[in-house]
């Protein structure tokens, strides 16, 4: 079966500093992966996506960037945080089906990274 | 621009009820509608799918209806537990690639 594992789970981390949170997926090939937020009393939104390697799609102008080095890892990167970079990160994955451009077989979400930026 | 709209905000009941969260969104040129459960500080989790071709789906005692021409969704909970507190996200997949979410529902069943 397939799993998702994102970490750490909950990271503190000082305005200005970097930032690295990974995700990988298991027991599959080739899924879409995405990287979304939720911030404090918001909805979630995505931030990035990607269909295969090296292949990144930017939702929104922001300060982080994401990056997938290999099939089934997504890592979601900042040289520096700001303090509205706080929220709960969540990776997720999907695929796509025939039925056309965006049809999928559901999405699956991974337990979330919450991090505060101080 | 797809926008998804849950009512309500909020819901209280005593355990034992049945209770209906409702979901609506404004661009019915959807693939499909997928209801999530939220805990506390955690992920989400799926709980059904309906793809824009079916009319509901059923896992135990949950049941999610789909009428994709006037853009509405509904989950009904029957019999209620304090174990179904948490909050309800619904979610439409369309041609853009993305999942586009409600705000949600936050459900607190009450012994």
């Known amino acids: 079966s397939q799993t998702i594992h994102q970490w750490p789970a909950t990271l503190v981390q000082p305005v200005g500093s970097p930032l690295s949170l990974e995700c990988t997926v298991e027991?599959?090939?080739?899924?879409?992966l995405y990287w979304y937020r939720q911030a404090a009393g918001r909805g979630l939104q995505l931030l990035f996506y990607?269909?295969?390697?090296?292949?990144i799609s930017s939702e929104v102008p922001q300060n982080l960037s994401a990056s997938r080095p290999q099939d089934r890892q997504f890592i979601l990167s900042s040289k520096k945080l700001l303090l509205s970079d706080s929220g709960f990160y969540l990776c997720?994955?999907?695929?796509?089906?025939?039925?056309?451009?965006?049809?999928?077989?559901?999405?699956?979400f991974g337990s979330g990274t919450r991090l505060t930026v101080v | 621009k797809q926008e998804v709209t849950q009512i309500p905000a909020a819901l209280s009941v005593p355990e034992g009820e049945n209770l209906v969260l409702n979901c609506s969104f404004t661009d019915s040129a959807i693939y499909n509608l997928q209801w999530f459960r939220q805990d506390p500080g955690k992920g989400l989790t799926s709980l059904l799918l309906i793809q824009s071709s079916q009319r509901e789906q059923t896992s135990g005692r949950l049941n999610a209806s789909l009428d994709k021409s006037s853009g509405r969704s509904t989950l009904y909970i029957a019999a209620s537990q304090p174990g179904d507190s948490a909050t309800y996200l619904c979610a439409v997949s369309g041609t853009a690639s993305k999942l586009t979410f409600g705000t949600g529902t936050r459900l607190q069943v009450t012994l």
């Open positions: 027991g599959t090939s080739n899924p879409n």
């Open positions: 990607s269909v295969g390697i090296g292949q």
């Open positions: 997720a994955w999907s695929f796509w089906s025939s039925a056309g451009p965006g049809a999928n077989y559901g999405y699956t």
